[in-house]
């Protein structure tokens, strides 16, 4: 038994003396979640001063109540971060074609006056062809508007036909009892359409997280960081997994070698060969996983539950081998495991909400979403991570990610055995 | 002592090893000589137990192979015929890794090290990655990892393929040094020169079999003073055939359309007589084999190891 021990550790210290000299691949791996999410994190959130502004030119040719509640709407508390609204009277298509805004919203004249009467009127939103996303964004929101006032020249008829008469008339300031009369209406009316009306129609998970911060005594995250820590854990699982296979094509690198065929000349079994390399891919998948757990850490500048953590670390790392050597123990030769294991991955990582958090993903993605392991990976690290969940919150992550692991690692054993088999035969 | 009992080995159709039995004694070079797919590496593969045989067994002192492949591979040392290292680490290193998988550690492991370096002429260049020792100091660190152990017996699958002179001098000056301290080594080539100055006893095999085995002098008693005569040219084979049968001291060992193999009587005279009395024939090349292991071969398979 000892003897045997001797040898599988002989041959994990020779695989991990070789990851060292030659640890460029891992390292790369390694490197990838960092930068990726590093880089949307910046791209998008910025050194701390919130995401970048939509420039957003508004032509107004009504100048009535619904052009100055339109105007409002970008510059409300809520907007105002993503929106640097500019009141323009002429010239907003010039300022889009030379680049300095995004998008041009154009009211038409009479805009208010068809609105009361509930005739049709037609916003114009002018895209800046050279952005893609921030144009998108006014779109989405001046949707949203035009919608919400359509909506609103219904359900607000009566208190807005106590108004109409002084429009015509092109009054300039309202009797304060009218005023009064009208607000009262419009609250009534607005307080019992809420629920239907504002529903939560777009969920930001940045909000969220603003929400949990303020009840702490941490440091608020910023935004920069927030968008770092919502993409990293999917990237890192991604990583993971990768980094799973990289290192477990270590069996078929020295199966075309020939070590792999002349250590088994030597007095070691079949099985202690893939032992020693289940556990060189799980010990270094482990010490990259609290690398790149301790690094999170340090940008959201709190800790997680430990506990929580090294289970779920466990279980990932079994699943991780498992996939590894299941994947290799299938493949003839690495250039056949490099082709499975990318398609596999990469299918997995999407399904699984990886890259892409799976509430911008389709419904039939989102059922699909739990046959993968990386969701239960990327949701259990989210859960620890950015709700600051604890052992408890994690479990069924764990189980599943624990069970599929060890199922995939017997089967893998079995997969490899065969190869090792042949490779040594070859 | 090793002893191969009648092992044999099929792939499909093919019989790859027929029926094969040797003995190597403590301390001898037995030589598996013969040309490329003729069985040699099978056999090497089932003698260290990684090969399942059909048929027959190995047995090493009292050890059942097949029995105990584990007891008999820690004894046991392999060179295979590809390099096989780790070409990040150094020699030092590689052969730390080998001789840690034996069991040996600490002092008795880093003098192990020391000697085998030193045996290949290695220790100066110890701390280098392999990467870029040239292809006969890779040869020489291959050799050196299936001695690092001190094995009792050594099997030795072609270790001299395509290395310069002076590598394969002190190659086979290693394995006799090997031997000289009482291990028995298997050593399997298809080159003539080193089965001729560097194995006690031969076996020369062919499509799997052992066609002839023995001292060196034994075998080339086999072949007496009989000279090998190749003639290259066109031929009816049937004519051909008659015509030699005719000439006395001649006897055809191959008949081809463009090749005949003749055995001649006694050395010299009577290839001079031979080629006097086939001068009718379109012979366009003739080649005069004298007696060795090559025209042994010739004698018992109809070509040249080469071929």
Request: net charge negative; aromatic share 8%.
């Given at each position: 038994m000892g003897r045997r021990l001797g040898s599988v550790s002989a041959l994990v210290a020779k695989d991990l003396l070789r990851q060292f000299r030659a640890p460029l691949g891992t390292v790369l791996i390694l490197i990838f979640p960092l930068v990726f999410s590093g880089l949307l994190a910046v791209s998008f959130g910025g050194p701390g001063k919130g995401v970048p502004k939509v420039r957003l030119l508004i032509e107004d040719h009504d100048g009535g109540i619904v052009g100055n509640l339109i105007r409002s709407a970008f510059t409300a508390e809520q907007a105002a971060p993503y929106f640097d609204l500019e009141v323009v009277k002429e010239g907003g298509r010039e300022r889009i074609e030379d680049g300095s805004a995004s998008a041009l919203l154009r009211l038409p004249k009479h805009l208010t006056r068809d609105l009361l009467h509930r005739r049709p009127a037609t916003l114009e939103l002018v895209k800046?062809?050279?952005?893609?996303i921030l144009p998108e964004v006014a779109e989405q929101v001046s949707l949203v508007l035009a919608e919400v006032l359509g909506s609103a020249a219904y359900v607000l008829d009566e208190p807005l036909g106590v108004l109409q008469p002084y429009l015509d008339e092109d009054v300039e300031a309202l009797p304060d009892a009218t005023v009064a009369t009208v607000a009262m209406a419009i609250n009534q009316v607005v307080g019992r359409a809420e629920p239907y009306v504002f529903p939560s129609v777009i969920k930001l998970e940045t909000v969220s997280l603003a929400e949990e911060e303020e009840g702490s005594d941490a440091p608020a995250a910023s935004v920069t960081a927030s968008i770092f820590l919502t993409i990293f854990p999917g990237i890192a699982v991604f990583a993971l997994f990768t980094l799973g296979d990289h290192l477990m094509r270590d069996l078929l690198k020295e199966k075309a070698l020939g070590t792999l065929r002349r250590q088994l000349?030597?007095?070691?079994?079949t099985g202690h060969l893939i032992l020693s390399k289940v556990l060189t891919t799980a010990l270094i998948a482990g010490l990259s996983l609290i690398l790149l757990a301790a690094i999170a850490g340090w940008v959201a500048e709190r800790g997680v539950s430990l506990p929580g953590f090294l289970a779920l670390s466990l279980a990932l790392i079994l699943a991780v081998t498992g996939s590894a050597a299941v994947i290799n123990g299938f493949a003839a030769d690495e250039r056949q495991a490099t082709t499975i294991g990318s398609v596999i991955y990469l299918v997995m990582a999407f399904s699984g909400g990886s890259f892409i958090s799976l509430e911008g993903m389709p419904r039939s993605v989102q059922a699909i979403a739990p046959f993968s392991p990386f969701y239960w990976g990327t949701e259990g690290f989210k859960t620890l991570l950015?709700?600051?969940?604890?052992l408890a919150d994690v479990v069924p992550n764990i189980g599943v990610l624990a069970t599929l692991g060890l199922v995939l690692l017997f089967f893998g054993a079995f997969l490899l055995r065969r190869s090792v088999r042949q490779g040594a035969l070859a | 002592m090793i002893q191969v009992e009648n092992l044999s080995k099929r792939f499909g159709d093919i019989r790859a090893v027929d029926g094969i039995s040797f003995r190597v004694e403590k301390g001898e070079i037995y030589g598996l000589l013969?040309?490329?797919?003729?069985?040699k590496t099978t056999t090497m593969s089932m003698m260290t137990g990684l090969l399942e045989p059909d048929e027959g067994r190995v047995r090493f002192r009292s050890l059942d192979v097949a029995a105990d492949p584990i007891a008999f591979r820690q004894q046991l040392g392999v060179v295979p015929q590809e390099i096989a290292l780790?070409?990040?680490?150094?020699a030092q290193e590689n052969l730390r890794f080998w001789g840690s998988l034996y069991g040996l550690g600490g002092k008795e492991l880093k003098r192990a090290v020391q000697e085998v370096l030193e045996m290949v002429g290695l220790s100066g260049r110890s701390l280098e990655p392999v990467k870029r020792f040239s292809g006969g100091m890779k040869r020489r660190l291959n050799l050196s990892l299936g001695l690092v152990h001190k094995p009792q017996a050594v099997l030795l699958d072609e270790p001299t393929v395509g290395i310069d002179p002076q590598a394969r001098v002190n190659i086979l000056e290693v394995v006799r040094q090997v031997a000289d301290a009482g291990t028995t080594v298997v050593y399997t080539t298809h080159y003539l020169e080193e089965a001729e100055g560097l194995c006690d006893r031969l076996g020369i095999m062919d499509h799997g079999q052992i066609l002839a085995e023995g001292t060196l002098d034994e075998l080339r008693a086999m072949v007496g003073e009989e000279e090998t005569v190749s003639l290259y040219g066109t031929f009816s084979p049937e004519q051909a055939k008659l015509r030699m049968e005719s000439i006395p001291g001649v006897h055809l060992i191959k008949v081809e359309p463009e090749r005949l193999v003749l055995g001649t009587g006694e050395s010299g005279r009577s290839a001079i007589d031979l080629l006097q009395k086939v001068s009718d024939l379109t012979v366009e090349r003739i080649s005069i084999q004298p007696p060795s292991l090559n025209g042994l071969f010739l004698k018992l398979t109809g070509r040249e190891l080469r071929d």
């Open positions: 800046n062809p050279a952005e893609t000349f030597g007095p070691i079994g950015l709700s600051r969940g604890s | 013969g040309p490329n797919g003729a069985g780790y070409e990040d680490l150094t």
